[in-house]
C-alpha cells in the first residue's frame, strides 16, 4: 500500500512537472527575441512608412505646409491651392548649414523636421524660424544666414507670455500680478497690483496642473483681457520629496483633493487694458470648473470663456462642483454685472463635447450654439439669448457630433467632427460634416470608410483630409469645404518597406460586452511569426476612461505603444473599449457612473472568453493585463477582484485610492464624497487597497516617485496592504520619474516584458536587455 501510495505520488509529481515543463518550454525567449520586438516600437517602425503626411499647418489662405518622408529623408512641403502642387517651403540644404552656424549645432537637412517645429514668411520674404524652441530670422537669398530674433528680457520667474490678437502685446504672470509687455520694445506694464501668494491672477496651479501659463483670454480689439484671481489660500497641499545626494530637493503645491472642504475657487474679472482698470464680476467666487476636461483650461485656452466682437459682453460657462450642472452665462464687462441666461442640470456629469467644448457665443444673433447629450446623444441646439429658450435642436439621432470646427455667421453655416451617423461603419470612425444652422440638412464631407482627421484653412473653403485605417495607410488630399470635392491629391502613404521588416497589422475585433447585447470595438495584435496551431497566453492592456478608451486612435499606425512588440516576444495582446468610455451613445458612457472600480473590467472578461471561445489558439488559462495611471489602477482592481482569471498584472502609477486624487477628477465620475451615520464612504468600494488581501497571481507595481498627477502614495497605499495579508508581489519605485517616466520608460518597457514572458509565458528572459531609444 505504502509502495503504491508512493508510486503514485511520484507519478503526480512527473506529471506536475512535465505540465510546467510544457509551460517552460513553450518558447526559449532570448536576445534575438528581444531583439525582433524591438523592430517592432514606434522609433523603427514609423521612417518606414513613406510618403504620410504629418505636421499639416495653413499659413494663410491659399498654402499650407506639411512634411512628406521617405527613405531618403524628410522635407517640408508648401502647396500652393490654386494650382494644386506642392514644392519645397525652402531650400533644406541652406536652411540647414545656416541653423547650424546660428545656434552651433548641427543641422541634418534630411531630418529639418526634427529640428523646426514651426515657422512663418515675414512681410519681407524673411522666414521666422522656431527651432529647438527659439526663434531665428532667416534670409535664405545668397548663401544663407540666420539670427536670433530680438525677443525681451524675462525676468526668472516670469510666465510665459500670451500673446494679443493684434500681436503688439503679451501678458503675463509676475509674482502672482498680470503684466503686459510690448513686443516691439520690451516695455512692461503692471496691470494688476493686489494679487498675492495663493490668491493671484490669472494662476494655472490646480491639482495635477501646476505651471507659470497664464489662463486669459484677449478681446477680439485687444484692448481687454478675461481672466481670473484664483484663490487658493485654504486649499490644501501636496508634497513630493526628490532623491539626491545632499538635501533633498522639495516640491509643495496646492492639490484640492475628494471631499475637501476649502477648495479652489475663481474670481472672474475684466481688465481694460489701456485704463489698467479691473472689473470684478458681480457674482460669488465660481468653481474651478469647465464643460469638459478636469482643469478650467482644456485645450490651450480658456475655451469656456467667448467674447462678443465689440467686447461689451462676455459669455462664459460655469460648471457646479460635481460637474452636474452648467449654467450659460452673460458679463456686462463694463459693470461686471452678470444675467443667467439658462442651465442644464444632468443625473450624472454634463459635457459640452466629446474631447472639445462645442458651446458658441453668438450675440450678433442673439443666439447661443449649445451642445448637450439630453437625447442619449451628443447634438447642437440653439437658444434664444435674451430668453434662454430653446429655439431648436440643429442636429439630431442616433450618432454624435464630437467637435465644432468652425461657423460661418453670415451663411449660418457649421462645420463639425462627427461620429457613428455612418450605417455598417466602425462608429468610432471620424467623418468632417457641414450643416445649416436653420434646416438641419447635414452634409457628408468626407465620404471614405475610414478614419479621417482634418484641417480646416482659415476662410475655410478647404480642408486637408487623411484617412485610413488600422490596414489600409494613409492617403491625403485637399478637399472643397462646401461639397467635399478633391481638390487635389497630395500624398499616399507607402508601407512597403514596412511590410518587408516584417510588420503585421492589428486586427479589428468586435465582441459583445458585459450585457451580451452591446457591441464593443477593439484591436487584437499576433506575432508576426503566429502560428494557429499554438497556444498563446493573452495579455490584456487596458484604460478604462471615463475620459478616453484603451483603443486610442482608429486610424493607421506603424505601432501602438509596444503592443506589438510584446505580441513578438509569444503573446496575443488585446486593447477593448469597455463600457464607460466615450463617442459612444450617453448611456454607455454613463455605464458605471459613481461606481468607479467598474473600470470596464465586466467588458474585458467578456470580450476575451468570446475571443477564446472563437479562437483556440488563446490560452484563458494564462491571461494577464496591463495598464497605466487610471489603467494601472484598473490592473490592480482586475488582480484583487478577477484573482481567477488574471494570473498577471503590471500596474503602473495607478491612482489606486481616488480620495488621493485631486478633486476635480474623482468627484465628476464617483461623484461627491458622502460619509454615511456608519463611517462607510460612497468612495470605500474605489479602494484597491480594502482588496489587496484577494490577490493570488503575480503583481508587480511602478510608480514614480515625483509624479506630481498620481501621487506616489496612491500605490504605497496598496503596497501596505499587501505587506500587511502577508502577499508575494514586485515593486519598482522609479526615484524622479513623473507619471510618464520620461528617461525611465524603456527601462519600465524591458521589465514589462521581463515580467510576462518570465511569468506568464513561464520562460526567462534574457538578463538586462537595453532597449534604445529613439536617435535625435
Given at each position: 500500500?505504502?509502495?503504491?501510495?508512493?508510486?503514485?505520488?511520484?507519478?503526480?509529481?512527473?506529471?506536475?512537472?512535465?505540465?510546467?515543463?510544457?509551460?517552460?518550454?513553450?518558447?526559449?525567449?532570448?536576445?534575438?527575441?528581444?531583439?525582433?520586438?524591438?523592430?517592432f516600437?514606434?522609433?523603427?517602425?514609423?521612417?518606414?512608412?513613406?510618403?504620410?503626411?504629418?505636421?499639416?499647418?495653413?499659413l494663410d489662405?491659399?498654402?499650407?505646409?506639411y512634411?512628406?518622408?521617405?527613405?531618403?529623408g524628410?522635407?517640408?512641403?508648401?502647396?500652393?491651392?490654386?494650382?494644386?502642387?506642392?514644392?519645397?517651403?525652402?531650400?533644406?540644404?541652406?536652411?540647414?548649414?545656416?541653423?547650424?552656424?546660428?545656434?552651433?549645432?548641427?543641422?541634418?537637412?534630411?531630418?529639418?523636421?526634427?529640428?523646426?517645429?514651426?515657422?512663418?514668411?515675414?512681410?519681407d520674404?524673411?522666414?521666422?524660424?522656431?527651432?529647438?524652441?527659439?526663434?531665428?530670422?532667416?534670409?535664405?537669398?545668397?548663401?544663407?544666414?540666420?539670427?536670433?530674433?530680438?525677443?525681451?528680457?524675462?525676468?526668472?520667474?516670469?510666465?510665459?507670455?500670451?500673446?494679443?490678437?493684434d500681436?503688439?502685446?503679451e501678458?503675463?504672470?509676475r509674482?502672482?500680478?498680470?503684466?503686459?509687455?510690448?513686443?516691439a520694445?520690451?516695455?512692461?506694464?503692471?496691470?494688476?497690483?493686489?494679487?498675492?501668494?495663493?490668491?493671484?491672477?490669472?494662476?494655472?496651479?490646480?491639482?495635477?496642473?501646476?505651471?507659470?501659463?497664464?489662463?486669459?483670454?484677449?478681446?477680439?480689439?485687444s484692448?481687454?483681457?478675461?481672466?481670473?484671481?484664483?484663490?487658493?489660500?485654504?486649499?490644501?497641499?501636496?508634497?513630493?520629496?526628490?532623491?539626491?545626494?545632499?538635501?533633498?530637493?522639495?516640491?509643495?503645491?496646492?492639490?484640492?483633493?475628494?471631499?475637501?472642504k476649502?477648495?479652489?475657487?475663481?474670481?472672474?474679472?475684466?481688465?481694460?487694458?489701456p485704463?489698467?482698470?479691473?472689473?470684478?464680476?458681480?457674482?460669488?467666487?465660481?468653481q474651478?470648473?469647465?464643460?469638459?476636461?478636469?482643469?478650467?483650461?482644456?485645450?490651450?485656452g480658456?475655451?469656456?470663456?467667448?467674447?462678443?466682437a465689440?467686447?461689451?459682453?462676455?459669455?462664459?460657462?460655469?460648471?457646479?462642483?460635481?460637474?452636474?450642472?452648467?449654467?450659460?452665462?452673460?458679463?456686462?464687462?463694463?459693470?461686471?454685472?452678470?444675467?443667467?441666461?439658462?442651465?442644464?442640470?444632468?443625473?450624472?456629469?454634463?459635457?459640452?463635447?466629446?474631447?472639445?467644448?462645442?458651446?458658441?457665443?453668438?450675440?450678433?444673433?442673439?443666439?447661443?450654439?449649445?451642445?448637450?447629450?439630453?437625447?442619449?446623444?451628443?447634438?447642437?441646439?440653439?437658444?434664444?439669448?435674451?430668453?434662454?429658450?430653446?429655439k431648436?435642436a440643429?442636429t439630431?439621432?442616433?450618432?454624435?457630433?464630437?467637435?465644432?470646427?468652425?461657423?460661418?455667421?453670415?451663411?449660418?453655416?457649421?462645420?463639425?467632427i462627427?461620429?457613428?451617423r455612418?450605417?455598417?461603419?466602425?462608429?468610432?470612425?471620424?467623418?468632417?460634416?457641414?450643416?445649416?444652422?436653420?434646416?438641419?440638412?447635414?452634409?457628408?464631407l468626407?465620404?471614405?470608410?475610414?478614419?479621417h482627421?482634418?484641417?480646416?484653412?482659415p476662410?475655410?473653403?478647404?480642408?486637408?483630409?487623411?484617412?485610413?485605417?488600422?490596414?489600409?495607410?494613409?492617403?491625403?488630399?485637399?478637399?472643397?469645404?462646401?461639397?467635399?470635392?478633391?481638390?487635389?491629391?497630395i500624398?499616399?502613404?507607402?508601407?512597403?518597406?514596412?511590410?518587408?521588416?516584417?510588420?503585421?497589422?492589428?486586427?479589428?475585433?468586435?465582441?459583445?460586452?458585459?450585457?451580451?447585447k452591446?457591441?464593443?470595438?477593439?484591436?487584437?495584435?499576433?506575432?508576426?511569426?503566429?502560428?494557429?496551431?499554438?497556444?498563446?497566453?493573452?495579455?490584456?492592456?487596458?484604460?478604462?476612461?471615463?475620459?478616453?478608451?484603451s483603443?486610442?486612435?482608429?486610424?493607421?499606425?506603424?505601432?501602438?505603444?509596444?503592443?506589438?512588440?510584446?505580441?513578438?516576444?509569444?503573446?496575443?495582446?488585446?486593447a477593448?473599449?469597455?463600457m464607460?468610455?466615450?463617442?459612444?451613445?450617453?448611456?454607455?458612457?454613463?455605464?458605471?457612473?459613481?461606481?468607479?472600480?467598474?473600470?470596464?473590467?465586466?467588458?474585458?472578461?467578456?470580450g476575451?472568453?468570446e475571443?477564446a471561445?472563437?479562437?483556440?489558439?488563446?490560452?484563458?488559462d494564462?491571461?494577464g493585463?496591463?495598464?497605466?495611471?487610471?489603467?494601472?489602477?484598473?490592473?490592480a482592481?482586475?488582480?484583487?477582484?478577477?484573482?481567477?482569471?488574471f494570473?498577471?498584472?503590471?500596474?503602473?502609477?495607478?491612482?489606486?485610492?481616488?480620495?488621493?486624487?485631486?478633486?476635480?477628477?474623482?468627484?465628476?465620475?464617483?461623484?461627491?464624497?458622502?460619509?454615511?451615520?456608519?463611517?462607510?464612504?460612497?468612495?470605500?468600494?474605489?479602494?484597491?487597497?480594502?482588496?489587496?488581501?484577494?490577490?493570488?497571481?503575480?503583481?508587480?507595481?511602478?510608480?514614480?516617485m515625483?509624479?506630481?498627477?498620481?501621487?506616489?502614495?496612491?500605490?504605497?497605499l496598496?503596497v501596505?496592504?499587501?505587506?500587511k495579508?502577508?502577499?508575494?508581489?514586485?515593486?519598482?519605485?522609479?526615484?524622479?520619474?513623473?507619471?510618464?517616466?520620461?528617461?525611465?520608460?524603456?527601462?519600465?518597457?524591458?521589465?514589462?516584458?521581463?515580467?510576462?514572458?518570465?511569468?506568464?509565458?513561464?520562460?526567462?528572459?534574457?538578463?538586462?536587455?537595453?532597449?534604445?531609444?529613439?536617435?535625435?
Amino acid at each position: 500500500m505504502g509502495s503504491m501510495l508512493n508510486k503514485t505520488r511520484l507519478l503526480g509529481a512527473v506529471v506536475g512537472l512535465l505540465s510546467l515543463s510544457a509551460v517552460a518550454q513553450t518558447r526559449t525567449v532570448g536576445m534575438e527575441d528581444y531583439a525582433r520586438a524591438e523592430r517592432f516600437l514606434g522609433q523603427n517602425t514609423s521612417p518606414l512608412v513613406d510618403h504620410a503626411v504629418q505636421g499639416v499647418r495653413w499659413l494663410d489662405d491659399g498654402h499650407f505646409v506639411y512634411v512628406d518622408s521617405d527613405v531618403n529623408g524628410a522635407r517640408i512641403l508648401r502647396m500652393d491651392v490654386a494650382s494644386g502642387k506642392a514644392a519645397p517651403a525652402f531650400d533644406h540644404a541652406k536652411l540647414a548649414k545656416a541653423l547650424a552656424k546660428a545656434t552651433g549645432k548641427p543641422v541634418d537637412a534630411k531630418k529639418l523636421d526634427k529640428a523646426v517645429t514651426g515657422f512663418e514668411v515675414q512681410a519681407d520674404g524673411r522666414f521666422d524660424i522656431v527651432a529647438r524652441g527659439e526663434h531665428y530670422l532667416c534670409d535664405l537669398g545668397g548663401k544663407g544666414v540666420c539670427q536670433p530674433a530680438k525677443k525681451a528680457a524675462v525676468k526668472e520667474g516670469d510666465g510665459p507670455g500670451v500673446r494679443s490678437p493684434d500681436k503688439a502685446h503679451e501678458a503675463f504672470i509676475r509674482n502672482w500680478n498680470l503684466w503686459l509687455r510690448e513686443v516691439a520694445t520690451g516695455k512692461e506694464t503692471q496691470l494688476t497690483t493686489d494679487g498675492v501668494k495663493d490668491y493671484g491672477y490669472a494662476t494655472n496651479n490646480a491639482g495635477w496642473v501646476h505651471d507659470d501659463s497664464a489662463i486669459l483670454v484677449w478681446s477680439p480689439d485687444s484692448k481687454q483681457i478675461a481672466t481670473f484671481q484664483q484663490d487658493q489660500r485654504k486649499t490644501g497641499e501636496m508634497t513630493l520629496v526628490g532623491t539626491n545626494v545632499g538635501h533633498p530637493k522639495v516640491e509643495t503645491w496646492k492639490y484640492p483633493l475628494v471631499g475637501d472642504k476649502d477648495i479652489t475657487m475663481i474670481e472672474r474679472v475684466v481688465i481694460d487694458v489701456p485704463a489698467r482698470k479691473v472689473v470684478r464680476f458681480k457674482m460669488p467666487p465660481d468653481q474651478h470648473r469647465s464643460t469638459q476636461c478636469d482643469d478650467v483650461s482644456c485645450f490651450g485656452g480658456w475655451e469656456d470663456v467667448q467674447w462678443a466682437a465689440d467686447g461689451k459682453t462676455l459669455a462664459f460657462a460655469s460648471t457646479s462642483r460635481d460637474h452636474q450642472e452648467t449654467w450659460l452665462r452673460i458679463a456686462d464687462t463694463a459693470t461686471g454685472v452678470v444675467r443667467d441666461v439658462f442651465d442644464e442640470k444632468v443625473k450624472t456629469w454634463f459635457e459640452s463635447g466629446i474631447n472639445a467644448i462645442n458651446w458658441r457665443y453668438l450675440p450678433e444673433s442673439n443666439e447661443v450654439l449649445w451642445w448637450s447629450q439630453r437625447s442619449n446623444w451628443g447634438h447642437l441646439y440653439l437658444y434664444d439669448l435674451t430668453t434662454g429658450k430653446l429655439k431648436h435642436a440643429v442636429t439630431k439621432g442616433d450618432w454624435n457630433v464630437a467637435e465644432v470646427l468652425r461657423l460661418d455667421e453670415k451663411t449660418r453655416t457649421l462645420w463639425f467632427i462627427g461620429t457613428g451617423r455612418e450605417a455598417r461603419r466602425d462608429p468610432y470612425y471620424q467623418h468632417l460634416y457641414k450643416v445649416g444652422l436653420d434646416n438641419g440638412e447635414v452634409t457628408l464631407l468626407s465620404p471614405e470608410d475610414a478614419a479621417h482627421t482634418v484641417k480646416l484653412s482659415p476662410d475655410g473653403r478647404y480642408f486637408v483630409d487623411t484617412y485610413s485605417t488600422t490596414t489600409m495607410p494613409p492617403v491625403s488630399v485637399l478637399r472643397d469645404a462646401e461639397d467635399g470635392k478633391v481638390a487635389a491629391e497630395i500624398a499616399r502613404a507607402d508601407i512597403t518597406r514596412l511590410k518587408a521588416a516584417g510588420w503585421v497589422a492589428p486586427e479589428s475585433i468586435t465582441v459583445k460586452g458585459r450585457d451580451g447585447k452591446t457591441d464593443l470595438y477593439g484591436l487584437m495584435f499576433k506575432p508576426s511569426h503566429f502560428d494557429p496551431n499554438k497556444k498563446y497566453p493573452i495579455i490584456n492592456y487596458i484604460y478604462p476612461g471615463p475620459q478616453v478608451g484603451s483603443v486610442g486612435r482608429r486610424g493607421f499606425a506603424p505601432a501602438r505603444g509596444d503592443h506589438q512588440a510584446l505580441a513578438e516576444l509569444g503573446f496575443i495582446v488585446v486593447a477593448i473599449d469597455g463600457m464607460g468610455t466615450p463617442y459612444r451613445s450617453k448611456a454607455f458612457h454613463d455605464a458605471w457612473f459613481a461606481d468607479i472600480a467598474d473600470n470596464t473590467l465586466p467588458d474585458q472578461v467578456a470580450g476575451m472568453k468570446e475571443l477564446a471561445k472563437r479562437h483556440a489558439f488563446i490560452d484563458l488559462d494564462r491571461v494577464g493585463i496591463w495598464g497605466h495611471s487610471g489603467g494601472g489602477n484598473a490592473t490592480a482592481t482586475a488582480m484583487f477582484r478577477y484573482p481567477d482569471f488574471f494570473k498577471v498584472g503590471i500596474s503602473e502609477s495607478g491612482n489606486h485610492e481616488n480620495r488621493n486624487y485631486e478633486d476635480d477628477w474623482a468627484e465628476k465620475w464617483q461623484g461627491l464624497l458622502v460619509t454615511n451615520k456608519d463611517g462607510t464612504t460612497n468612495y470605500d468600494d474605489q479602494a484597491n487597497q480594502r482588496f489587496a488581501d484577494k490577490l493570488q497571481g503575480h503583481l508587480f507595481l511602478i510608480h514614480g516617485m515625483m509624479d506630481d498627477n498620481v501621487p506616489p502614495s496612491m500605490t504605497l497605499l496598496v503596497v501596505d496592504a499587501l505587506m500587511k495579508a502577508n502577499k508575494d508581489f514586485d515593486l519598482l519605485m522609479l526615484p524622479n520619474a513623473r507619471h510618464g517616466y520620461g528617461a525611465d520608460s524603456y527601462y519600465v518597457m524591458r521589465r514589462r516584458w521581463d515580467y510576462f514572458v518570465r511569468h506568464l509565458l513561464g520562460a526567462e528572459p534574457p538578463a538586462q536587455y537595453r532597449i534604445k531609444p529613439p536617435a535625435n
